[in-house]
């Protein structure tokens, strides 16, 4: 059987009652694993037939623990194999009917070198509303009071950052529990204010005449920005007494 990625399907809360989880949540639970990987991707790796989600009756996909399963093999196998989609569909598809076979490799000849070939979908940083709302499985007033709480915000041009749909995961997932999104201003106010600590940091470093100095910020930034996200965790676990798994 095939491993679920690191933060698989197991992970916490991301499987919903009937043990199927939406576009957003699926996001989530990869983002442990890979990072980069979007909605758009996710969808592009459907249209290959890498993976055959269900449909509910208004259209929104519901993936199984199964294809989060092959997902994971599936990025796994282009980031550290460069292997093309339809030699990874092959070796997936084999695996499953119980066939013992090697990892393959694959090549092509130029200029009397083998070269690896390397196939990518579309992978894109930012969604459009639609998009959100599909992922989130929200529809426009709900999108519109949690934009009007500071919870999501679009960008200049009306689309969103693909961080959006791990903020409206979230959401949706307290609010299971009763907790609205006025409640949540609070939060977004800490946020903010720990934004703009790493923000004070890190100024120096934008400012700099150093190229190399300027592009360091940004990776000073992502590692500020991790340690406070675990500050803030082990300070709310203290608070409540209890211990996140």
Known sequence: MLQTPSGGAGHGTAATDSGLM??????????????????????????????????????YRKFSNRDVERLGHVLRMQRDHYLPLKVIREHLDAMERGEAVALPTVGRQRDGETVLEVSEGPTVARIGRAELLAAAEIDEPQLAEWEAYGLITP?????????????????????????????????KAAA?????????VVAPLKRHRNPQTRAHAEARAKELAGLTVKLHAALVQTALGVRLP
């Open 22 to 59: 939406s576009i957003g949540t699926v996001l989530n639970v990869l983002r442990d694993e890979f990072p980069e990987v979007t909605i758009s991707k996710i969808r592009f790796l459907e249209s290959e037939g890498l993976i055959e989600p269900q449909r509910t009756p208004s259209g």
């Open 155 to 187: 960008l200049p041009d009306g689309a969103y950052d693909a961080e959006a749909v791990t903020v409206a995961a979230l959401v949706v997932e307290l609010g299971r529990f009763g907790i609205e999104p006025r409640h949540l201003r609070a939060m």
């Open 192 to 200: 903010d204010r720990e934004a703009g600590l790493v923000d004070q």
